[in-house]
């Protein structure tokens, strides 16, 4: 696409073809329309990904193997988004696109998901030379400085051997960008935007803003966990929230034939699917359930049904764990959001565990959790209207305050190991691929 952006009233004016043509002040289309005028007028500007270290900048001895971790989910979440080469220096990974095929949009997306990396760059690359920077660099930031009203200028020098200080290369740069978009004003403290310079060892880096990344640690620096995933919207959060502190996951979910669907089932992996994007490959388990929940509904007693089930879900749960030398188990639970999640319930669940069960919604709201829903996309999907094996033979009144002596001499009474057994022989692992 050929044309001029103009920024007007909150409008902004395309000149696409001699035509002008209004669009409404919105940041995400500016950044859509932008990027195709961007790609013609840099096309022979190299451009780099700068990915800045969060926590494992501060990891001392152990920082080079989460920095291998880290590498190793970035070189693999880039492979469909063309050639790149990924290097590491002062705890910054350097992603750099090694032809003109290669997709930037697409790769900054992607990196934005990557957990480790607090901060993404998108910068032009220039060499160390004051001229050099001060010309071709405004040239890769007029989209954001035609389309501010104020602006600051950033500058790190980490080559100290560099002529100027940063204080000099801020008022060099601020000068010039005033004289070629006299239209802008500088704030130092609120700006529209901040034009970073940063003069590292081999080049000179210009940016015009960066994006917020993942946070977190790197995914596989904490061990593997097993999420207990349903299709609801707590779980893919808790699921994400232990793969941000480096768990590497996979998935359990219970279905029972036929009162729950095979469109139940399909909606569940693709919430494994989504987070995946975040995650990385899961290995999902499906548990064939119908039999278990019958047999409960027939010889347990009612308001115990769900604690019950809680039980046998985390005990076949636990025994998958320990046969794939996985350390720990995951919920979406969260204190007092419904029966079987007051303390007492999960002291009774807990109990029937040997190893930890981490519940990492558990201090937050729902409120809360649907926030995070929405920001990694699981909530459009997780409210979908499909029923959930808990939900199946669910008691009228659950007991709140369960007795642990009683709980388990309701499940003493009768011999599941045979049908535990089964339901895990029926269970046949599949992975499921980050796209
Ligand atoms: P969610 O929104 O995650 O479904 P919920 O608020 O609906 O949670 P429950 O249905 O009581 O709560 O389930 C509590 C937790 O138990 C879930 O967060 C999930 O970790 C696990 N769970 C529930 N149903 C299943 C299932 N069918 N398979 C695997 N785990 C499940
Ligand atoms: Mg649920």
Request: hydrophobic content about 40%; aromatic content about 8%; proline content about 4%.
């Amino acid at each position: 696409m050929q044309g001029k952006v103009k920024h007007a009233n909150k409008c902004f004016v395309l000149f696409i073809k001699g035509t002008a043509k209004k669009v409404a002040f919105d940041r995400f289309l500016t950044r859509t329309f932008l990027c195709s005028f961007r790609k013609e007028r840099i096309k022979f500007m190299k451009e780099i990904i700068l990915c800045k270290y969060g926590e494992i900048a501060l990891k001392g001895l152990n920082k080079s193997s989460f920095e291998s971790m880290m590498t190793k989910s970035v070189k693999r979440r880039l492979k469909s988004c063309g050639q790149f080469s990924v290097s590491k220096a002062q705890s910054t990974l350097y992603v750099e696109p090694l032809d003109d095929e290669s997709d930037v949009d697409m790769a900054v997306e992607k990196l934005s998901k990557i957990f480790g990396i607090v901060k993404l760059c998108r910068c032009c690359v220039l060499e160390k030379d004051m001229d050099e920077i001060l010309t071709k660099s405004l040239d890769y930031i007029e989209d954001e400085m035609e389309t501010a009203r104020t602006f600051k200028v950033d500058a790190k020098r980490s080559d100290k051997k560099f002529p100027f200080k940063s204080p000099e290369i801020c008022i060099e740069m601020g000068g010039k960008i005033l004289e070629r978009f006299p239209h802008l004003k500088v704030d130092v403290h609120d700006p529209d935007v901040v034009v970073t310079v940063e003069i590292r060892e081999t080049n000179a880096y210009v940016h015009a803003g960066s994006i917020e990344g993942a946070g977190g640690i790197p995914v596989g620096s904490s061990g593997k966990a097993m999420l207990l995933l349903s299709g609801g919207i707590d779980s893919p959060v808790a699921g994400y929230m232990m793969a941000k502190r480096g768990a590497i996951i996979s998935a359990i979910h219970f279905e029972a034939p036929p009162y729950t669907s095979d469109r139940a089932k399909m909606k569940v992996e693709k919430l494994a699917k989504i987070i995946t994007a975040y995650c990385g490959d899961i290995n999902f388990f499906c548990v064939p359930f119908t039999e278990i929940q019958e047999l409960l509904r027939d010889n347990c007693p009612e308001e115990l049904f769900t604690i019950l089930m809680r039980r046998l879900m985390m005990e076949i749960a636990q025994r998958i764990c320990e046969k794939e030398d996985i350390q720990a188990l995951v919920t979406g639970e969260s204190l007092g959001q419904v029966a079987s999640q007051t303390m007492y319930a999960m002291v009774c669940t807990d109990a029937a565990c040997r190893m930890p069960v981490f519940r990492p919604c558990v201090g937050l709201d729902k409120s809360e959790i649907v926030e995070i829903a929405r920001k990694i996309d699981t909530f459009d999907t997780s409210i979908l209207p499909y029923e959930d094996c808990c939900t199946v033979f669910t008691p009228k009144h659950p007991k709140t305050r369960p007795n642990l002596a009683d709980v388990e001499a309701a499940q003493n009474a009768f011999d599941w190991e045979p049908y535990i057994r089964k339901a895990i022989e029926g269970t046949k692992p599949y992975l499921i691929r980050n796209a």
